[in-house]
């Protein structure tokens, strides 16, 4: 339930983030958040860490499992998830090219923005691949060295990171993207540690404690530090601390993991509400295809409102509002056009038997999280290192897939649900 109630905040608040315009046949995008009780909320509805938490916590779950089976390998385990997560990038990837290459024939300014921006939502799905990657080492590290070594190192790590470039130390902007993986790898196993109960163990004054001293730390790291008091770019604040993340991210997921940890001892064995478990068992397995296609889902309603922009992309703050409902609505009943197909695609790829060359496997993993990467970093369009990322997600589904049978291989991890195989 954490984890797809912080994807639902997430794709909500991306449909919310930019205020696309026309004004003198320009088309124009900057935030469209402003103010300090917005700049409050960026904290409340800060998910991301969450959702890293709550992946930590399945993918250990998944390893456990795994360690019952006899004579598994770590190909068994990668192999599978790679599939499903590398199938379902591939496919938005491939519709966007599709449409950026035609928009930039009738207009080469237009595909050119449209390419630095359409893979922008991306960076997530390079990080989850990480996770993925890195999971069963994550738990052996917690399991064998303890469960403070691992954050510790990752925290320690990002606290230098942020060192220098608050200091001046760091010359040039790329510098920070390290921060990309120390950050969300913490709060990935700060999962690993709540899976293990570590923190639901003790006393209940404890997380308590953790959570007033992760709130008191964020006062002073925003207060007396450098840190920006907003997490998400906003009109009047650009600077935030997600972009490149910082370590006020893994002070938010220690947070979270109290709340969680706090959460989870009211509630106890309760069951949830039906219409909540409904739409949990909807949502769970599609959660990533829903991010995926949350952004292109956007961008095409905005296509909407370019056929009448005075109308429908207005300049007036008052009516831009107005309008945003409507947006909202139809934004959702897009994307259940579009998951129809996209569930059936993520279907089929679930369908193929993976390969269990390790080889193989190893080097689509590399292919995989590289292609996603270029996609994010470089974008998605006609030009040499966009086309790159595309051919490095084609070949790691290439090298994935087993060509002998079509049969379906059900391994005794496979819960058939592609959210979960982190």
């Not at 904290?43 to 004579?71: I, S, Y």
């Not at 990080?127 to 917690?142: D, E, I, K, N, T």
């Not at 601390?241 to 370590?247: A, I, K, V």
Request: glycine share 8%; with cysteine.
């Amino acid at each position: 339930m954490a984890r797809t109630g912080s994807m639902v905040v997430v794709v909500v608040l991306h449909w919310l983030f930019l205020r696309v315009t026309v004004v003198e046949g320009t088309m124009r995008s900057k935030p469209a958040l402003a103010g300090p009780v917005v700049a409050l909320l960026t904290w409340v509805l800060m998910v991301l860490p969450l959702f890293f938490v709550a992946a930590g916590f399945a993918g250990t779950r998944v390893v456990d499992r795994l360690q019952g089976a006899e004579g598994w390998s770590y190909t068994d385990y990668l192999a599978p998830r790679l599939l499903r997560l590398v199938g379902p990038v591939l496919a938005p990837v491939v519709v966007s090219l599709a449409v950026v290459v035609v928009v930039t024939i009738s207009s080469s300014g237009t595909g050119a923005r449209l390419t630095a921006v359409t893979g922008n939502h991306l960076w997530f799905m390079a990080v989850y691949l990480l996770c993925v990657v890195v999971g069963p080492s994550a738990v052996r590290v917690h399991d064998l060295a303890g469960w403070w070594v691992l954050p510790a190192v990752l925290l320690g790590g990002s606290l230098l990171v942020d060192l220098a470039w608050f200091s001046g130390s760091l010359g040039y902007e790329q510098a920070r993207w390290p921060n990309l993986v120390l950050v969300w790898l913490f709060c990935h196993q700060l999962g690993v540690l709540h899976a293990r109960g570590t923190v639901q163990r003790l006393p209940t004054p404890v997380p308590v404690l953790l959570l007033l001293l992760a709130v008191l730390t964020l006062v002073v790291m925003v207060q007396l530090g450098p840190y920006a008091a907003t997490n998400v770019g906003m009109a009047d604040r650009p600077v935030s601390n997600l972009t490149p993340p910082n370590s006020a991210l893994s002070v938010v997921g220690v947070a979270q993991l109290a709340v969680l940890t706090l959460v989870g001892r009211a509630v106890g064995t309760r069951p949830p509400r039906p219409w909540v478990g409904t739409a949990t068992r909807w949502l769970g397995p599609r959660l990533l295809l829903v991010y995926l296609w949350h952004v292109p889902a956007l961008g095409a309603v905005t296509f909407v409102g370019l056929l009448a922009p005075d109308v429908l992309l207005p300049a007036g703050t008052g009516v831009w509002l107005a309008l945003r409902p409507f947006y909202l609505v139809l934004a959702v009943l897009l994307m259940g056009l579009v998951l129809v197909p996209v569930i059936a695609w993520e279907r089929t790829v679930r369908s193929w038997k993976v390969s269990t060359s390790r080889p193989a496997v190893l080097t689509a993993t590399v292919l995989g999280i590289a292609g996603t990467a270029i996609a994010w970093h470089a974008g998605i369009g006609p030009r040499p290192v966009p086309l790159v990322g595309v051919a490095c997600l084609v070949a790691a589904m290439v090298l994935l897939v087993e060509r002998t049978t079509p049969d379906r291989v059900r391994r005794p991890d496979d819960t058939g649900d592609p959210a979960a195989v982190s």
